[in-house]
């Protein structure tokens, strides 16, 4: 029985060994590629517990970066071992016109973004964890790819933006060098109103609010209006998630503080004055 399967093999022997040859070199590049981001994990892990400064983007680009380029090598060496396929591709890469239609065409936006994930994790406008501003999008910035990066805003869903994209844009960083933020509420009064005494007591609000810095918070008069006069307090928090939690309650707070002290906030309303000598009906 086995002299029999071994003669109808005979013939496959060769192509039998070439495609053990293939799944070997996947294996390994699948183990070395395992192998080496445990490496960067545990190196950075001895430096953590030193109490070294550890950057969360740049771990994880190097470790996407590295994986990349082991899987590139052992798919060369995978499509180098079978001989006709040797042959095309070396035939294909040695024309560099073909070659730099294929990386126009194919793979340019593919190309830019991964570029630009890596000057990403070079010059490190943003970080993982930050808290960014981009266009109409907020939120943190939940991970960083070699081609996209991904928001989770605070509504919890995720915005994904190509990383060509993202570094030509304005950006708006609230985590860089100082996570402190400032968040703006407006509430308006009568004229009849006292402004010391609204300014007192929307102080008194800020100060029992948990969330905000109250040695650096202010209420100022910042509009004379038609019909009130507004007050704007400027509401710090140690995260822009705390000054934007802070200067939602406060919003609350203001108006139920005003309506039990007296403080009226007008509606708006508009005088008309009639010239004399007008005709009467």
Known sequence: MLTDISGLAAPYRAEIILLLKIVLIMAITVIVSKLSTAFIEKHFKKKESKKMEINLTSIKMMKKTIRLLIYIIGISFAVYTVPGLRTISITLFASAGFLGIVLGLAAQQTLSNMISGILIAGYQPFRIGDNLTTGDDYGEVEDITLGHTYIRTPANDRVIIPNSKIINESLMNHSIKNKKSRFDVEIGIS???????????????????????????????S????????????????????????????????????????????????????????KEE
Not at 252 to 275: A, C, L, M, Q, W
């Open 191 to 221: 004229y009849e109103s006292s402004i010391d005494q609204a300014r007192e007591l929307m102080m008194d609000e800020i100060e029992k609010h948990e969330k905000a810095i109250t040695d650096e918070c202010r209420v100022l008069v």
């Open 223 to 278: 509009e004379v209006g038609d019909s009130a006069i507004i007050m704007k307090a400027f509401i710090w928090g140690k995260t822009r998630g705390d000054a934007w939690e802070a200067a939602r309650d406060l919003r609350e707070s203001f108006k139920k503080r005003f309506t039990v002290e007296g403080v009226d906030i007008p509606y708006p309303h508009r005088t008309i004055t009639y010239k004399d000598g007008r």
